[in-house]
């Protein structure tokens, strides 16, 4: 931290005059003259050159008032660093949200943030994905979760893990006697334990089945557009229905298949009477992301961001989200 000397002559410096100088620090021009006067005596030679008017700096002078700059400037950085630490322990953090895995991964990752930041005030807004992105550009959300092929500009993208689309269905189902040949079982998704001669690449086989619909505002309306060139599936025992969870339940009780990530089914309990078919192909694969703005600086966001890479280490898999 700088003397009150090097901050009086700092100040006769920056204003060029020593009376301006007192006036500005509140004490007599005599007493602003002699601390500047010590810190030369102190330094063994002139900082201000007298002779010219306004007073100049000598060449001793100007490396003192650099070196005072410096200090000052590193002052500043710490006090702006203290008040992020402040701000880290009692600020706000907006999180953005669409899909399911989401409800399972921020709960956990929420339990180890909140023990190191017992007072930041979490907001969570869960919406259609299709609007999350439009948060984050408005500032609205400070990060979100979610399923990334491009990410917007001026953002970047966390990979947390690759999620694979699965069509979900009952092994009973009488149209699923053809795809039993590349069924796999739960613990074999999970495990992702299967072979490439397991992979459906042949869509048109699933022609048969009939799907459950899901909003036009979802992650995996887009995706069924993309796989099956610009239409669905033709029959839907079912519309609209809210959750993933719903849809598994639905799946489970032989109302319908249904498209989903495997990460989504790693979430749900396993179930024996069913199948699962790993779809192969373009758009079949995407990142599961944690997304921010690069122009934002919230020291709230980067603690929190820490704590979600401390979760996915690059060994992370579908079974742990049976542990979160």
């Known amino acids: 931290m700088l003397d009150t000397g090097a901050r009086y002559v700092y100040e006769v410096y920056r204003l060029k005059s020593v009376s301006k100088a007192a006036e500005r620090l509140f004490i007599s021009q005599p007493a ?25 700096l000598t060449p001793e002078g100007k490396v003192y008032i650099e070196a005072v700059e410096k200090m000052l400037l590193l002052e500043k950085q710490a006090a702006e660093h203290i008040q992020d630490i402040r701000e880290t322990k009692q600020g706000l953090l907006r999180i953005g949200t669409s899909t399911h895995l989401s409800y399972f991964i921020i709960p956990a990752v929420l339990r180890d943030f909140h023990k190191q930041y017992p007072q930041v005030d979490v907001h969570i807004i869960s919406t259609a994905t299709t609007n999350l992105y439009h948060l984050l550009e408005n500032d609205s959300v400070d990060l979100v979760f979610s399923p990334t092929t491009t990410v917007p500009e001026h953002c970047v993208a966390v990979p947390l893990l690759e999620e694979r689309l699965v069509v979900a269905l009952r092994r009973d189902t009488p149209e699923a006697a053809p795809l039993l040949p590349w069924a796999v079982s739960y613990r074999e998704l999970v495990e992702r334990s299967y072979g490439n001669d397991r992979i459906l690449t042949d869509l048109s086989l699933l022609s048969g089945l009939e799907f459950m619909y899901s909003p036009t505002n979802t992650d995996i309306y887009k995706k069924r557009r993309l796989l099956f060139n610009g239409t669905d599936p033709e029959t839907y025992v079912l519309s609209n229905t809210p959750s993933a969870v719903f849809n598994y339940n639905l799946m489970r009780a032989g109302v319908g298949a249904f498209i989903t990530a495997d990460a989504n089914v790693a979430t749900m309990p396993p179930d024996d009477d069913c199948v699962y078919l790993v779809l192969g192909g373009n758009g079949t694969r995407q990142d599961f992301s944690l997304v921010y703005p690069t122009a934002a600086v919230s020291t709230v966001r980067d603690a929190f961001i820490d704590t979600v890479t401390h979760h996915f280490s690059p060994a992370y898999s579908l079974a742990d989200l049976k542990l979160l």
């Open 32 to 56: 602003l003259s002699a601390a500047v006067r010590r810190v030369e005596e102190e330094l063994g030679t002139p900082i201000f050159n007298r002779k010219t008017l306004p007073f100049s």
